[in-house]
């Protein structure tokens, strides 16, 4: 059976296209070697349970590796300390049952409490055990749990982290586990010991002694570009395979779900239809494009999860539309819950000791669900375009300067008379609104990460086949706007482009409203002004 890109629970070598994540390994088993507890929190889908898997063959010739995963221990065995150590012992004995690497008689003491032979099982008892079976143990044992977020909640399973805790602090004299990993989206380290009646009163996180886990997990374009080689040997397409690793870079920011995914897109389903009839023409830069349309138009797990924290935690939503249409620079502050959700969640990276969006692919999925939402769906401007949508596809061919045009009068029309601060904080957001049905479908736009300021903003347009530069600018005199013009010509350089378009929005109650096209050297700007 040939090998195939995963999108799907964790990637093995010998069926899929996988980066090399020796490096990772290794640096993962420098902490083990160290006896560092640590947990390796990361959004969903990041390759956790990948790389724990990975992580167990590569330890197991030096140490017994007990690789748990509590999404298989149930609600109800976290209910009090008799089902929880029953369930653990259960979950233990199998593992150790596969690998043959325990004794009869601590085989035995945990099959007590794995059948319900141990009256009022605690966790205390439970420890005794574990600790037994690491003094008798001819190897050190490593333990890793993944999917913690399955008892984030739990008491119980805050005191069995507390249980860990005392044995840690103890390992110079009492013979404990070598490492202990702990998985998942939430931070446990973050997580408090209630205490006292009700549980009112809180004591500091009983994991508090986890080590900081800096290992990145995300892949470069130089890991991407490893994988495709791979690919390469077997499919010849012909791919010019820096270039595909770059846009896969530049559209994921290296998540480990969207680069699977998009390569899986362009191998399954660009590759074969009418406009890319083989392998070799779906690795392009115009298939590449087409993978992200079928990517961003389709359900999946990961963006139905993130849809679903902005609908629980509307804080993290302003937030969120603090950075996509308002421009706002926003400094990374510890304890901040709306940036820490953000962060833990994947919404959102550090840069620079700011919070940006985390990649591409993420921010098109965000500026498209918040231009859908209901609210905007009825706005005047949204079905304004809706109606004039069909006058812009001329030949297959989007009509950008029509859109300009046809969005001026609109806008002057319906928000002619609003303030300085309506257009400062809103003007972009009703163009990318007007926008969206016109090229719904067929195009996608994202915005150009180094220009998202209060003042300036470059949208880029892929419209079959075609780019479109588009900046949208607060107007703040001529020596600005010239500037503003320099700018764009660069992005025309670089996007290998002869026109490009800016759209300025003017606080000026003399200003000149409407639609020129001027020449600059080899180079045509359309600008706009509202």
Same mark, same amino acid.
């Given at each position: ?16 296209? *996988? ?101 009022? /099982? ?76 009700? %549980? ?24 991407? /570009?490893? *994988? ?20 896969? #870079? ?29 392998? %070799? /023409? ?44 308002? %421009? ?15 962060? *833990? ?95 719904? %479908? ?58 490009? #378009? ?29």
């Amino acid at each position: 059976m040939s090998k195939f890109f995963n999108d799907s629970a964790d990637c093995k070598p010998d069926l899929h296209y *996988m980066i090399d994540i020796s490096k990772r390994l290794e640096q993962i088993k420098v902490m083990v070697d160290a006896g560092k507890y640590f947990t390796i929190n990361r959004a969903r889908q990041y390759g956790k349970t990948t790389t724990l898997q990975m992580l167990n063959e590569y330890l197991k010739n030096e140490y017994i590796v007990v690789s748990l995963d509590f999404q298989m221990i149930s609600y109800e065995d976290f209910n009090n300390e008799q089902n929880f150590t029953g369930a653990f012992a259960r979950e233990l004995l199998e593992v150790a049952d596969k690998n043959k690497n325990m004794s009869k008689t601590t085989a035995a003491r945990f099959k007590k409490f794995a059948n319900g032979h141990v009256v009022n /099982a605690t966790l205390s008892m439970l420890f005794k055990c574990l600790i037994g079976w690491c003094g008798e143990s001819p190897q050190k044992i490593v333990l890793i749990i993944d999917e913690v977020d399955s008892a984030t909640n739990n008491q119980v399973f805050l005191d069995f982290l507390a249980q860990l805790r005392g044995y840690y602090i103890k390992r110079n004299k009492i013979p404990t586990f070598q490492s202990v990993i702990l998985a998942g989206v939430y931070d446990v380290k973050n997580l408090k010991r209630k205490i006292g009646a009700g %549980g009112v009163h809180k004591a500091n996180s009983p994991w508090n002694i986890a080590a900081d886990f800096l290992v990145d997990m995300s892949f470069s374009a130089k890991d991407i /570009a490893g *994988m495709l080689m791979e690919y390469e040997v077997v499919h010849s397409t012909g791919m010019n395979m820096e270039e595909m690793a770059a846009l896969l #870079y530049d559209y994921t920011s290296g998540y480990p779900f969207l680069v699977s995914r998009l390569c899986k897109l362009i191998d399954e389903r660009v590759a074969g239809n009418k406009d890319f009839p083989n392998k %070799g /023409a779906a690795w392009t830069k115009e298939g590449f494009l087409e993978a992200v349309k079928f990517l961003l138009a389709e359900p999946n797990t990961l963006f139905e999860s993130l849809i679903n924290k902005l609908e629980d935690y509307p804080e993290l939503e302003e937030m969120i539309r603090d950075l996509l249409f308002r %421009g706002k620079e926003i400094a990374y502050v510890i304890g901040i819950r709306s940036i820490d959700m953000a962060l *833990m969640f994947g919404f959102v990276k550090k840069s620079d000791n700011n919070i940006v969006i985390a990649n591409r692919i993420f921010e098109i999925l965000l500026y498209n669900y918040s231009l859908a939402s209901p609210a905007m769906r009825q706005d005047e401007i949204y079905n304004a375009a809706l109606k004039d949508r069909n006058q812009f596809i001329q030949n297959g061919r989007l009509n950008m300067r029509l859109v300009l045009e046809k969005f001026v009068t609109h806008f002057d029309d319906l928000y002619g008379n609003r303030g300085e601060s309506f257009l400062e904080e809103e003007g972009r957001r009703y163009f990318l609104l007007y926008l969206r049905p016109i090229i719904n %479908g067929s195009g996608n736009y994202y915005i150009e990460s180094q220009t998202r300021s209060m003042e300036r903003t470059d949208v880029i347009v892929d419209y079959n086949r075609e780019q479109f530069v588009i900046e949208l600018k607060i107007w703040r005199g001529n020596e600005y706007h010239k500037r503003g013009e320099k700018q764009l010509l660069d992005y025309l350089d670089y996007y290998h482009l002869n026109k490009g #378009y800016m759209l300025s929005f003017n606080f000026n109650q003399k200003k000149d409203i409407g639609v020129k096209e001027i020449a600059i050297g080899d180079k045509v700007l359309v600008e706009a002004v509202v």
